[in-house]
């Protein structure tokens, strides 16, 4: 677990990405890595989203590569077999939680309220998702939350963009900001590899400044 939380933090940037066509999968790939970005989270809001994973590790075997929105033990199954290095899920589901720790698959669960978090501390985790995050009380509420959970960090994902990604990054216990805003769906659709190869080299050089 701690050696896929160090490669995260590196990047310090997770592209959510949800794809409708497996067959952008590779070209996607290399727009994030030749952006700065090599780490991709594919979730599983699509039935294409195990294979665009498959496809993706075969070609670019060193990607950070994530399955998002794993929602129940059999997609974290799928997930690991695809090639995933680690799994993302929106809540807290101890179902979930417990399949990865019993089969040696890393995992981000969501985590937004104390209770959830000490679930999450219970069982070892030293990171969580806080999803979403903007809406749920941004990283002032993280901070908040650290006070009594110093032991704890946090991918943020769920309204994060340019305009709030440093706010969320420059708290240590912050180790990566997630999101879908590098890989919007209308560019993926519309084959826009370019900008968002654009986009993540604007976001990587926002968070040198
Ligand atoms: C996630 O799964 O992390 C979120 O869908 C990302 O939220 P965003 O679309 O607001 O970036």
């Given at each position: 677990m701690r050696?896929?939380?160090e490669k995260i933090k590196k990047t310090g940037i997770i592209p959510v990405v949800t794809i409708d066509d497996a067959a952008c999968a590779l070209p996607l790939a290399k727009a994030l890595i030749d952006g700065g970005i090599p780490c991709a989270e594919v979730t599983f809001r699509t039935a294409e989203g195990e294979k665009a994973l498959k496809i993706i590790k075969e070609a670019y075997p060193d990607i950070i590569l994530g399955a998002g929105t794993v929602l129940t033990p059999e997609q974290a199954k799928k997930a690991k077999d695809a090639g995933a290095s680690f799994a993302v899920s929106?809540?807290?589901?101890?179902?979930?939680?417990?399949?990865?720790?019993?089969n040696d698959l890393p995992i981000i669960p969501g985590c937004i309220t104390p209770t959830e978090m000490e679930r999450a501390?219970?069982?070892g985790f030293e990171a969580v998702k806080f999803f979403p995050a903007e809406q749920a009380g941004g990283v002032n509420f993280i901070k908040a939350v650290s006070e009594p959970y110093p032991m704890l960090n946090f991918v943020a994902t769920g309204g994060i963009g340019p305009h709030n990604l440093e706010d969320y990054l420059s708290f240590p216990k912050v180790?990566?900001?997630?999101?879908?805003?590098?890989?919007?769906p209308e560019l993926l659709n519309a084959g826009r590899y370019d900008e968002i190869t654009r986009l993540c080299k604007e976001a990587v050089e926002g968070i040198r400044i």
């Open positions: 050696g896929i939380l929106p809540g807290f589901n101890p179902k979930v939680v417990d399949w990865c720790l019993a501390i219970e069982r180790i990566a900001c997630g999101g879908s805003w590098l890989v919007k």
